[in-house]
């Protein structure tokens, strides 16, 4: 595909014949998950920018999708991180088919790598290695806990200050 931008250097260069064989294997790429490369991002910027910008949005998607896999601590929480991902995916959304497939060709490298490997198959699983590797964790945050349930690891400066806001109630 590259060799179609490289042998005429600019797009505007390009046989009609090679820009239609260079949109095919594009659309192919898209509608089988595969990430574009910046040429072919380039050439969608300069001649369909509709579809660049379809391809932009898959790819920051996917990028996201994958940057939550990273953090995820279970098996199970892989799953549920690729149901929400797919569920949240609209039937009318125009670039559902590129997103699916996306989507579905990071789990199958995802599932295939050692990361993935590595992780235990539960969240339960989690918090009993996390026990037993420290165990005095939870005796302390419990030690903590003020009597009002006031928990530090959810405070916000900027949910003390709505906490502190009045509140009107409108009459009927």
Not at 16 to 40: F, V, Y
Request: hydrophobic fraction near 30%.
């Amino acid at each position: 595909m590259e060799h179609l931008l490289n042998n005429s250097g600019d797009v505007d260069e390009m046989s009609e014949e090679n820009r239609r064989e260079m949109d095919a294997r594009i659309m192919a790429k898209l509608k089988s998950g595969k990430k574009l490369s910046q040429k072919e991002l380039d050439y969608l910027r300069r001649t369909n920018p509709i579809l660049y910008a379809q391809a932009m949005r898959v790819q920051r998607m996917a990028e996201a999708l994958e940057e939550q896999l990273k953090h995820a601590r279970s098996k199970e929480e892989v799953n549920q991180i690729f149901t929400t991902a797919l569920s949240g995916i609209s039937k009318n959304d125009p670039d559902r088919e590129y997103l699916v497939a996306s989507f579905n060709r990071i789990s199958t490298e995802f599932r295939k790598s050692k990361m993935y490997n590595k992780l235990p198959t539960t969240i339960e699983e989690v918090k009993k290695k996390k026990k037993q590797i420290d165990p005095d964790k939870d005796l302390f945050k419990e030690d903590n806990d003020d009597k009002d349930g006031f928990d530090l690891s959810s405070w916000s400066p900027l949910r003390e200050f709505y906490d502190q806001m009045p509140s009107f109630v409108a009459g009927a």
